[in-house]
């Protein structure tokens, strides 16, 4: 079986994410948020005997992948097929509280070379990108139906380009002519509406865009907050949850969350008295992310952008930790 993807920090993982000074119990369970092909787990029920492991993911196709790298561990893997927001909101009345979460937000290096669902402009392939394929929005549909603003608006948000109204325009002009149907034609119209100097940069003048329309085809910042209020609320106390993000929106929400939950209180200032309890919820274990070496870099290029949060669970967070959370 071919494997494409290389999970990140994965040693750095495995460390934070560990009891520290003690070995796994028996039954030990951790919530593998975002399965993938299965690296992350792969390496955590290599290394801890015994640990079990539910691996949710979106994507069925590359779960299938998962599922027969993983068969070797028997019934210490389980799996589930949806978004992690579902499943932690639904949390399975019949499953223990896990002892370790982790979130890994990048996608999947499967998703870009295997997928044919035009997540690359380096292929010609339909202009889909939904994570789930039974997904209500396509990217052709963003693509050859937002208005111009909306487009603009969209891009400079989530890709942070900062030629997202030329960008926007090109497209809407092309448009007129016919749909945008394929990942290379997109790519193509972006190409030609950047200055000359901007194509020759250090990354494709389509990148921050693809990123962009990606991030809005699947939602992945809008029902980031929740999902991580939930996920922490399901987890056992003294447990751990780690989160690995790609980029400064990602980073800010978990930052932002992560921090309310190691403060004492998160009462708003119009508050008389305290009402959220008065103490915090987790111990902030990672006061600055944590980072790739440069030795992985070097043999992973897509680290070079990852940063690790990882938080102990002291008690249950309330709705008031969700304050300043989102984007």
């Known amino acids: 079986m071919e494997i494409i993807h290389t999970p990140v920090l994965l040693n750095e993982c495995l460390e934070y994410l560990s009891p520290a000074g003690e070995p796994f119990e028996k039954n030990c369970l951790m919530i593998d948020s975002t399965l993938g092909e299965g690296g992350h787990s792969n390496a955590f029920l290599s290394r801890y005997e015994g640990l079990h492991i539910c691996g949710l993911d979106a994507d069925s196709t590359i779960q299938a992948k998962a599922k027969e790298r993983l068969a070797v561990y028997g019934d210490r893997m389980q799996f589930f097929n949806g978004w992690f927001n579902d499943f932690y909101s639904n949390y399975p009345a019949d499953m223990e509280k896990p002892d370790i979460i982790l979130f890994d937000l990048g996608i999947s290096v499967f998703h870009y070379e295997r997928s044919q669902r035009g997540f690359s402009f380096r292929y010609d392939e ?19 139906t937002y208005p111009e603003s909306r487009l603009a608006d969209l891009i400079y948000l989530y890709g942070e380009e900062k030629l997202s109204r030329r960008i926007a325009r090109a497209i809407v002009e092309a448009r007129a002519g016919g749909q945008i149907i394929s990942s290379k034609a997109l790519a193509d119209i972006i190409w030609e509406a950047v200055p000359e100097k901007y194509r020759h940069g250090p990354i494709h003048p389509a990148t921050r865009t ?13 029902h980031l907050p ?9 987890l ?5 949850m780690g989160v690995i993000t790609f980029h400064s929106l990602e980073d800010r929400i978990v930052k932002n969350f992560f921090r ?17 309890g008065g103490k915090p919820c987790a111990q902030v274990i990672t ?21 690790l949060r990882v938080v102990r669970k002291i008690r249950d967070a309330g709705e008031l930790h969700l304050r300043e959370v989102s984007i």
């Not at 202009?127 to 050859?144: H, P, Y």
């Not at 693809?210 to 809008?222: M, T």
């Not at 929740?226 to 399901?234: G, H, M, S, V």
């Not at 056992?236 to 751990?240: A, F, I, R, T, V």
């Open 287 to 307: 006061r600055k992310p944590v980072g790739p070496t440069d030795g992985e870099v070097k043999e992973n290029s897509p680290s070079r952008s990852a940063k």
């Open 260 to 276: 309310n939950l190691g403060k004492e209180c998160v009462c708003p200032q119009e508050f008389a008295v305290c009402k959220c």
């Open 226 to 234: 929740k999902a991580l209020f939930d996920a922490f609320n399901c």
């Open 210 to 222: 693809f990123q962009a329309i990606r991030i809005a085809v699947n939602d992945e910042l809008g």
């Open 236 to 240: 056992k106390p003294g447990g751990k």
């Open 126 to 144: 339909p202009l889909d990108m939904r994570l789930n394929e039974k997904g209500t929005v396509s990217a052709a549909e963003i693509v050859n």
